[in-house]
Nanobody, 124 residues
Framework: QVQLVESGGGVVQAGGSLRLSCSAS????????MGWYRRAPGKDRTLVAT???????NVEDSVKGRFAFSGDVAKRTVELQMNDLRPEDTAVYYC??????????????????WGQGTQVTISA
C-alpha cells in the first residue's frame, strides 16, 4: 500500500500565493509518476503537474509561469508553489501517485493512489 500525505492549501485573494506539499510512503513500490491534479467546482479532475522517475516534469499549460512544480523522486515528495493565483484556480487539489508494486514471484503491477485532497480557494 502507498500512503500520501498532503499539506498546504487554504484561502487567499487573487494574486496571492500558496504552497502544496505531498509525500508518499509505503513499502515494495516504485514511483512511476507523482504529482498533482485538481478538481474545480462542477468539473472533472485535471492534471496540474507530474514528475516521472527520470525527473521529467509535465506541467499543464494554464499554470506555466505561475506555478512552480518540483519533485524529489528518491524522497518521494512533490511540491507545488502557486503564485499569481486566480479565481479559476479554485479547486480541490489532489496528490497523485502511479506506483509500480513489486511482489516477489509475481509480475510488477501498477496502481494509482490519491491523496485526500486539499481545498484551494481564491477570492476575487
Amino acid at each position: 500500500q502507498v500512503q500520501l500525505v498532503e499539506s498546504g492549501g487554504g484561502v487567499v485573494q487573487a494574486g496571492g500565493s500558496l504552497r502544496l506539499s505531498c509525500s508518499a510512503s509505503g513499502s515494495n513500490f516504485g514511483l512511476h509518476l507523482m504529482g498533482w491534479y485538481r478538481r474545480a467546482p462542477g468539473k472533472d479532475r485535471t492534471l496540474v503537474a507530474t514528475i516521472n522517475p527520470d525527473s521529467r516534469t509535465n506541467v499543464e499549460d494554464s499554470v506555466k509561469g505561475r506555478f512552480a512544480f518540483s519533485g524529489d523522486v528518491a524522497k518521494r515528495t512533490v511540491e507545488l508553489q502557486m503564485n499569481d493565483l486566480r479565481p479559476e484556480d479554485t479547486a480541490v487539489y489532489y496528490c497523485y501517485v502511479l506506483a509500480a508494486i513489486y511482489t516477489p514471484g509475481r509480475p510488477t503491477r501498477y496502481s494509482e493512489y490519491w491523496g485526500q485532497g486539499t481545498q484551494v480557494t481564491i477570492s476575487a
